[in-house]
């Protein structure tokens, strides 16, 4: 029987070390600082990748881990791109946000800790699942482009 894991991309879930980290944030814009560090939320129906449809792979800004797949993303029709399952379960943190006077499940990277978004339980079939994501909190990689290797890690799919 055929090993699985060996088809499956492994990415190194090591968080950055402190240098690393401090030569990421000094790419970032300050609409990517004040979502990714700061915990912000980019306005809606303003990101850049609300309205994509092209084949390929949602990544984090910051660090480069793949976050979610072209084939996850649907219209939710709340502003933000909206996707129903994360590229891989290990890849996607849910803390407990109480910010603002409510009770949410925030999303963050699970490499880097960058704030993405939130998720809720009214997305479609067969999660049930709304990953409500920023499009500044993520670059797109169309299907067939490496991915970003911020850490030098030469991870790919």
């Known amino acids: 029987m055929a090993d699985s894991s060996a088809q499956a991309p492994h990415f190194d879930l090591t968080p950055p070390t402190p240098a ?3 030569h990421l944030e000094a790419g970032l814009t300050r609409a990517e600082r004040e979502v990714l560090l700061a915990h ?3 306005a809606p129906f303003c990101g850049g990748l609300l309205d994509n449809k092209d084949d ?3 990544c984090c800004r910051l660090c480069g881990l793949p976050l979610f797949r072209h084939q996850t993303k649907f219209e939710s029709g709340t502003g933000w791109p909206s996707f129903w399952a994360p590229f891989d379960e290990a890849h996607v943190r849910a803390i407990r946000d109480t910010s603002h006077g409510m009770i949410r499940i925030e999303t963050r990277c ?5 704030h993405q978004g939130h998720v809720f339980p009214d997305g479609p079939p067969p999660t049930r ?3 409500c994501i920023n499009s500044v909190s993520l ?3 169309p299907a067939g482009s490496a991915l970003p290797d911020p ?4 991870e790919r799919l």
């Open 151 to 154: 850490l030098a890690r030469g």
């Open 110 to 114: 699970a490499r880097c800790d960058s």
């Open 20 to 22: 690393e980290r401090t």
């Open 40 to 42: 912000g939320t980019e």
């Open 139 to 141: 670059s797109f990689v």
């Open 129 to 131: 699942l709304r990953y």
């Open 56 to 58: 390929g792979v949602y």
